[in-house]
C-alpha cells in the first residue's frame, strides 16, 4: 500500500511538475510563517487578488497562440503598445471614470487590430522561429514607439513635459481619469484590512468567459486544432494561416484590454522603455499554471497568475522580514526565467 501511495504521488509530481508543486509549497509556507513576522495575512490576500485582476488578462493573452502552435507569445508589448495608444488618447480627449476606461478600451481596438493583423502576417512567414522573432518584434515597437511618444501632438498638460508643452512624460497619473474605477467597484471590505476588488474579479471573469466561449467555436475549434495536428486540421480544409493570424490578432486585443486593467488598478501610464519586459510575467504565469508550450487552458490562467501573484506579494513582506533585506526581485527574477527556461526545455515531451 505504501509504495502505491509513492507511485501514485511520483506519477502526480511528475505530471504536475516538481517546479511547480515546489513553488505551491513556498507560497503556503509563506503564508504560514506571515502571521510570526509581523505580516497581516488580510492586508497580504488583498494585495494578491489585486494584482491578480490587475495582470490577468494579460496572461490571459497568452492562450489563442499557444492553442494555435504560436507558442509563448513574447510579442505581447504589440498589443500593450495599442492600449498605450487608447489610454493616452482616452486622455487626451478628456473622458474620465467608467466611460473614460471603456472608451480607452475601445479607442484601442482598431489599433490592437491594425498592429495584431501585421504581426500575426509576419509570424506566418517564420513558421517554427514565433517565439525568438515574437521577442524582437516586441521590443522594436516599444523602441520604435518611444520616439513617437516624444513627436505625437499630444496637448493635455497632465501628460505633456511642463517645461516643453511637448512629448509625453515617463510616467502619467490616471488620479481623476478611471484609477482604481474597477477596484472600487462593489468591493466588499471586511474588517479593516480586507478588501476584495469585486470589479476587477468580475471583469476579469468576463473576459475569461470570452476566451472560453471563443475557443469553443467554430473557430477556437479549429484554431486548436491547428495547434495540435496542422496535417489533421488542413486535410480538413481549415486554413493553417489564417488561423493562427485569427490568435495572434485575439492574443493582441486581449494584450491591449489587459494593459488597461493593469493601469486602472495601478494607477498611472507607464510608457517608453516601460512595457519592454512585461511578456516575461505574464508567460511565468501561465507556465507555473500548468501549461505547455503548445497548450493552454482557462484553469491554467487562474492557477498560474494566483500563484505568482502570491509569491510577489508575501516574499518582499516575509522574506524581508526575516533576512532584514530584500530579495523580492532577485526572487521574482528567479521565478519568471527559471519557468520559461524549465517549459522550454520540456517542449519536446509535449508537457510542462
Do not use: C, H
Amino acid at each position: 500500500m505504501n509504495e502505491k501511495n509513492s507511485n501514485v504521488i511520483r506519477e502526480f509530481a511528475a505530471n504536475f511538475g516538481l517546479p511547480r508543486l515546489i513553488i505551491f509549497f513556498f507560497v503556503v509556507l509563506l503564508f504560514i510563517i506571515a502571521p510570526f513576522v509581523g505580516v497581516r495575512v488580510d492586508s497580504s490576500l488583498t494585495n494578491v487578488f489585486v494584482r491578480f485582476g490587475q495582470n490577468g488578462v494579460m496572461v490571459l493573452a497568452l492562450v489563442p497562440m499557444m492553442q494555435a502552435g504560436a507558442g509563448l507569445n513574447f510579442g505581447l508589448p504589440v498589443g500593450i503598445v495599442a492600449g498605450l495608444l487608447g489610454s493616452t488618447l482616452a486622455m487626451q480627449f478628456n473622458l474620465t471614470g467608467a466611460l473614460g476606461f471603456l472608451g480607452a478600451i475601445l479607442i484601442s481596438l482598431p489599433f490592437a487590430l491594425m498592429f495584431g493583423w501585421l504581426y500575426g502576417v509576419l509570424l506566418n512567414k517564420v513558421k517554427g522561429e514565433e517565439m525568438t522573432i515574437a521577442m524582437y518584434v516586441g521590443f522594436s515597437i516599444v523602441t520604435f514607439m518611444s520616439i513617437l511618444w516624444l513627436i505625437l501632438p499630444y496637448t493635455n498638460p497632465t501628460m505633456v513635459w511642463g517645461y516643453t508643452g511637448s512629448g509625453l512624460r515617463t510616467t502619467i497619473t490616471l488620479d481623476g481619469y478611471w484609477s482604481n474605477v474597477l477596484n472600487k467597484f462593489l468591493a466588499v471590505r471586511i474588517g479593516r484590512n480586507f478588501e476584495f476588488p469585486t470589479g476587477t474579479m468580475l471583469f476579469f471573469a468576463l473576459m475569461a468567459v470570452i476566451m472560453w466561449l471563443f475557443m469553443r467555436s467554430r473557430t477556437g475549434t479549429a484554431l486548436t486544432a491547428v495547434g495540435s495536428n496542422p496535417d489533421f486540421a488542413r486535410a480538413g480544409g481549415v486554413s493553417i494561416d489564417a488561423m493562427r493570424l485569427t490568435s495572434v490578432i485575439v492574443s493582441t486585443i486581449y494584450g491591449a484590454i489587459g494593459i488597461l486593467m493593469y493601469q486602472q488598478s495601478f494607477g498611472f501610464i507607464q510608457i517608453y522603455q516601460a512595457p519592454i519586459y512585461m511578456a516575461f510575467p505574464a508567460v511565468a504565469a501561465i507556465l507555473l499554471g500548468g501549461a505547455s508550450v503548445n497548450k493552454a487552458s482557462i484553469l491554467n490562467v487562474v492557477i498560474g497568475a494566483f500563484l505568482f501573484q502570491s509569491i510577489l506579494t508575501m516574499t518582499p513582506s516575509v522574506i524581508n522580514s526575516i533576512l532584514k533585506t530584500d530579495l523580492s526581485e532577485v526572487i521574482r527574477i528567479l521565478v519568471s526565467n527559471g519557468m520559461i527556461i524549465y517549459a522550454l526545455t520540456r517542449k519536446t515531451k509535449g508537457a510542462t
